[in-house]
């Protein structure tokens, strides 16, 4: 018997529909005020504080950025006005790493005031020294586009990276490239399945209930197993992206510079 095949098959389609159905966000957005009310100085101290304990991780203390995208150029791309700000601290930005969170209305509206304060600093673009024309010429040499999407064209095994240069700090574009399994954003994590019949299928774990298992395998087909007709399931540690360790420092510095420079459209 075939222990997972790709679909359709009318039976299996429910059982992975079912279990594809995305958390629904919490509520509707309530209209929040069009002005911070909580801004004065007092404020942004307590935001300065939750900041650092809630959001520092992924934007960096100083709001220089790293897995979160940089707060503190002064261009904010999902809104800069007072109530967008809120509206994506409070329900986080769909398909990211942006989480939203359940702190009261004023913890929010804190936040929203410390890093407009962030963006004021009109901290210096961080800059690549290297050459971005020649980091484009890697790219393509080093096969990145068989994964990777850039305005339109590529693969899509790993993210779009039309924006990766709006979005990311240096230090983690460096990161994602040397060594990518240091940080798989969770949409990226892989699970190798082991079926009856001893075939093993890597694939993107898409979804996963206590009886079957939704993975994407590496040709990009959908497949759903039931986990009683499977003989093991591993969740890897390592990245679908291998590690770039032997590119020479300026051919790294050069293919930076070209994510870098990729700002998108938005
Ligand atoms: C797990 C990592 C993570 C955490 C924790 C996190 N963020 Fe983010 N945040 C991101 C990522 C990634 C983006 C960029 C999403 C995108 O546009 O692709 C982002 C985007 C944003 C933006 C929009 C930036 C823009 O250019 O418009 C703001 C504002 C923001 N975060 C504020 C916060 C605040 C405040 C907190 C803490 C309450 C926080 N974030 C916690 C990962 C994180
Ligand atoms: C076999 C597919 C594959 C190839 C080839 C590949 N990548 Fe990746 N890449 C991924 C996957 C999957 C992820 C997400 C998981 C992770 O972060 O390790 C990723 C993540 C990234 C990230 C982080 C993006 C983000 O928003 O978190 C960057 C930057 C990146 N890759 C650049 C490159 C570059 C540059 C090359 C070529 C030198 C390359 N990749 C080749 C699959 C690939």
Redesign the pocket.
Same mark, same amino acid.
């Given at each position: 018997m075939l222990a997972g095949f790709v679909l359709p098959s009318a039976w299996w389609l429910t059982a992975c529909a079912l279990a594809a159905q995305a958390p629904r966000e919490a509520g509707s957005p309530a209209e929040p005020a069009e002005k911070n009310p909580f801004a004065s100085e007092a404020d942004i101290t307590i935001g300065r504080q939750l900041f650092l304990s809630r959001c520092g991780a992924c934007h960096g203390r100083d709001g220089e950025g790293g897995r979160g995208a940089a707060l503190n150029t002064g261009q904010f791309r999902h809104g800069s006005a007072d109530r967008e700000m809120f509206l994506t601290i409070r329900y986080g930005i769909p398909n990211t790493e942006m989480p939203g969170t359940f702190l009261p209305d004023i913890e929010v509206w804190r936040l929203v005031a410390y890093v407009k304060r962030l963006g004021s600093a009109k901290a210096v673009e961080e800059r690549a020294p290297g050459d971005p024309e020649a980091g484009r010429a890697i &790219?393509s040499s080093?096969?990145?586009a068989?994964?990777?999407r850039i305005d339109g064209t590529g693969g899509d095994?790993?993210?779009d990276?039309s924006s990766?240069g709006a979005?990311?700090a240096l230090s983690y574009?460096r990161e994602?490239?040397v060594n990518?399994?240091a940080?798989?954003?969770v949409a990226?994590r892989t699970v190798t399945v082991t079926t009856a019949s001893g075939a093993r299928i890597r694939g993107l774990h898409l979804n996963e209930d206590d009886y079957s298992i939704e993975i994407r395998d590496l040709s990009g087909n959908l497949r759903c197993f039931l986990k009683s007709d499977l003989r093991e399931i591993e969740y890897d540690k390592d990245?679908?992206?291998?590690p &770039?360790r032997t590119l020479s420092e300026t051919d790294l510095e050069n293919?930076l510079a070209y994510?870098k420079s990729l700002k998108g459209t938005r």
């Open positions: &790219y080093q096969g990145c068989a994964c990777h095994m790993g993210p990276l990766a979005r990311s574009l994602s490239v990518p399994s940080y798989i954003p990226y990245s679908l992206m291998p &770039y293919l994510l």
